[in-house]
């Protein structure tokens, strides 16, 4: 079972709050539960004028493809092995 880190930018399907569809987004590593599951915060490219939304400075170096803001209050348990891949990692000032 692959092992994940703090910070680590992982592509998942991310499930909208309906439950009926879902897209692949980027995602910030939160927690590695050391079992089967992961903690994430969802990324978007969307910036919502809310205290929970983080602005990544170093977006690009991270694997994102445009500025992005980290929604700290989207958290999601995903399952290891639907992780599509991994993008990149945070950069200490973001993480």
């Known amino acids: 079972m692959p092992t994940f880190r703090f910070g680590e ?3 998942l ?4 709050t309906d439950l009926q569809s879902r897209k692949r987004r980027p995602a910030v590593v939160l927690v590695d539960a050391e079992d089967e599951d992961v903690l994430v915060a969802k990324i978007t490219t969307k910036e919502y004028a809310s205290a929970y939304d983080l602005k990544l400075e170093h977006w690009h170096e991270a694997g994102l493809l445009a500025p992005s ?19 990149g990692m945070l950069d200490p000032v973001d993480a």
């Open 69 to 87: 803001f980290v929604r700290i209050h989207k958290l999601l348990a995903v399952e290891k092995s639907h992780v599509i891949h991994r993008a």
């Open 9 to 11: 930018v992982l592509i």
């Open 13 to 16: 399907p991310f499930s909208y």
